[in-house]
């Protein structure tokens, strides 16, 4: 198996894929993510990101194939905080696989940066598939108001995902899925530790962003009563020079890649029979590690030995980072084109039902309608394009501006289109006949951007 999230998709080449982001770059998508898991007899693709940075993505962005070739969805932390998972469910005709990660959908996130990638074949992880099913179908619930595209493609992978949870007898030593949708993960990784009746010799943590004083590790640290505390870094520390002092030593992994920037976010227990290693979203700050603010998603694994090798080294300095997040917008909206002229949209925040609102329909190359309308009881809008939108267009957007400035952005989803994809329905100009087909779809892997 591959060891990046390109080369699992092109040795899967999947029929299914979600995945999951905080921030998303869909020109980058297109050029490697989606032409990575092409397939000419369809693949369907689901992308649910946070509504913030998805909402930043369709101002000047370029994307081809957006909302056409694949889904998008905007999605809010059920706790307040932000989306954070960077997961990726992958399904071919035999087998279903989970990546769990520290990237995201971006170039610096697959490409530029040290990331760390687990990736588990969910037929020999039986405990992990029952876990991620519970985990898909409880964001469910809990987006099928707010977001219910969202809500639709998590049903969908939920029902999806292949097996049953094994009996509890089962659980020990294997992989564990971690999430914050209800409990903290400090709190879960203490149990894994207490539940296999081992006690952390050596706590290491590497990650991009520590709270400045370091209270959010020295808790966790207490909490499994581990002696030992290593910070691993790749030459600049994440917190205030003071956060750790002497009570902790300093390393970095052997392997690490000089000159790329620090983004994966891995717990290590080293215990007397073996090591706990817990890698994915989770960094070491208050609101990630010790609160249910965000949704994050770490998988935890035992291994005999350390896969890090790490080795001492004193940082270069250290430097509080403070973690950038898109401001949380007061409207949220999910788009659909229905047939080639109804378009729908689905407008939430406070004031949004009944709001008077201007929309403009847009792609890359230019507006293609505008109007005024008003939102109905339940926040939708509703219009009929005084022109069909061609089957070959590219990514549409939607901008609605509502009273006070309020406004919104959002990709627009083609329903016919996707449907398309999800077939492998290559359709011609032109029907059979000779005379103009009712839909026509120009699906060629040449428009990909290389």
Not at 48 to 58: K, T
Not at 71 to 98: C, S, W
Not at 195 to 213: E, I, N, Y
Not at 369 to 382: S, V
């Amino acid at each position: 198996m591959q060891h990046n999230l390109v080369g699992v998709l092109r040795e899967l080449k999947p029929r299914r894929a979600l995945f999951t982001t905080y921030t998303f770059n869909p020109a980058f998508f297109e050029a490697t993510i989606l032409q990575a898991a092409f397939r000419p007899d369809g693949c369907q693709i689901h992308v649910l990101v946070d509504d913030g940075p998805l909402a930043a993505s369709a101002i000047g962005s370029y994307a081809q194939h957006i909302g056409s070739r694949y889904a998008v969805a905007p999605v809010r932390a059920p706790g307040g905080g932000i989306f954070h998972p960077k997961i990726a469910l992958l399904e071919n005709d035999d087998r279903q696989v989970l990546c769990v990660g520290s990237g995201n959908l971006t170039a610096s996130g697959l490409a530029h940066q040290l990331e760390c990638l687990d990736i588990t074949d969910l037929a020999a992880e039986p405990v992990v598939a029952g876990q991620l099913r519970s985990f898909l179908r409880a964001l469910a619930e809990r987006w099928g108001s707010t977001s219910p595209r969202a809500a639709d493609m998590l049903v969908s992978a939920a029902d999806s995902v292949r097996g049953e949870e094994p009996p509890s007898d089962r659980l020990r030593r294997g992989a564990t899925l971690i999430h914050t949708l209800g409990r903290t993960a400090a709190v879960q990784m203490e149990e894994l530790l207490r539940r296999d009746g081992q006690r952390a010799r050596v706590l290491t943590v590497l990650a991009p962003f520590h709270s400045k004083d370091g209270a959010a590790v020295r808790a966790l640290r207490q909490a499994v009563d581990a002696p030992e505390l290593h910070i691993a870094h790749l030459g600049t520390v994440a917190c205030n020079a003071q956060a750790y002092g002497d009570a902790a030593s300093y390393v970095v992994p052997r392997d690490h890649r000089k000159g790329s920037p620090l983004h994966a976010k891995v717990f290590e227990f080293e215990t007397d029979d073996g090591a706990l290693v817990v890698s994915g979203s989770v960094n070491a700050t208050r609101q990630s590690l010790q609160s249910t603010q965000n949704v994050e998603v770490s998988l935890a694994r035992w291994t005999t030995v350390s896969p890090f090798e790490w080795q001492p080294c004193e940082p270069d300095q250290f430097v509080p980072q403070v973690q950038v997040f898109e401001p949380r917008r007061v409207w949220t909206m999910e788009a659909v084109l229905l047939g080639s002229s109804r378009l729908e949209a689905l407008v939430l925040g406070q004031g949004a039902t009944q709001a008077q609102v201007d929309w403009v329909l847009a792609r890359a190359s230019g507006e293609v309608e505008r109007g005024c309308a008003t939102l109905d009881a339940k926040g939708l809008l509703r219009m009929d394009l005084s022109a069909p939108v061609g089957a070959a267009h590219e990514g549409l957007t939607l901008h609605v501006r509502g009273s006070s400035g309020i406004e919104a952005r959002a990709w627009v989803n083609d329903q016919r289109a996707l449907r398309a994809v999800r077939n492998g329905v290559r359709l011609g100009g032109r029907a059979p006949g000779g005379g103009p087909a009712a839909s026509a779809y120009r699906f060629a892997t040449g428009l990909v951007l290389r």
